[in-house]
């Protein structure tokens, strides 16, 4: 009796311990488990996936206030690839192919609802993509100028463009047009290096 008394002891704490695990969940858990409602999980077709196959990856997160800016995508919508790069205020957002429902990949998560980036900026949800700037999985995100890719703006930006346009030396292999032309006129040229310079002249 005294046996089935510590058994029950024991069990009663072991289950307390996984029902703790249970509820500690981390953002990315939390997130993983919405997003795959989000994407329509359980009414996708998944037989042809492996069955160990993660069904929602996650990229990079965020929590700004009460809002969460992360990237992520389902394995079984992956398949409609084009590269985007599309701008966001003083941001630009560069994905290789990480395409439904968003474009880009990015997301943003407000009072527990779940928008794409571009739903949330047309909508004013978000107005500053600055706090993802460095973001590097799936999608990446650079602040406007930043034509060295190395998500900062500094003068060797407005070098690099100088000698791109002066054909000093052929483009970087990871060279994203929409990041170098700044001042957004369709066409990188010595303007956008002036304009680099001039912003890193009004921060300092
Ligand atoms: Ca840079
Ligand atoms: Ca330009």
Known sequence: MKKLATFVLVLAMILSTVAVGVNATTL????STQMFDYFGGNEADLSYLP???PLVVLGDCVEVDDMVIFSAYAVWMG????EVAERYGDCCVWAGGITYPSHTGMFVRKDGEIYTLKEAWENGIIIDLSPAVGFSE?????PIGDADLDYEVSVLDATLIQMEVAKMRPLGQHWIFEVSDVDDDGDVSVLDATAIQLKIARIE
Do not use: G, I
Not at 28 to 31: M, V
Not at 138 to 142: E, G, H, L, P
């Open 79 to 82: 398949a409609d690839c084009a």
């Open 28 to 31: 990315e858990e939390e997130l």
């Open 51 to 53: 069955s160990d196959a």
């Open 138 to 142: 799936y999608a990446q995100v650079y």
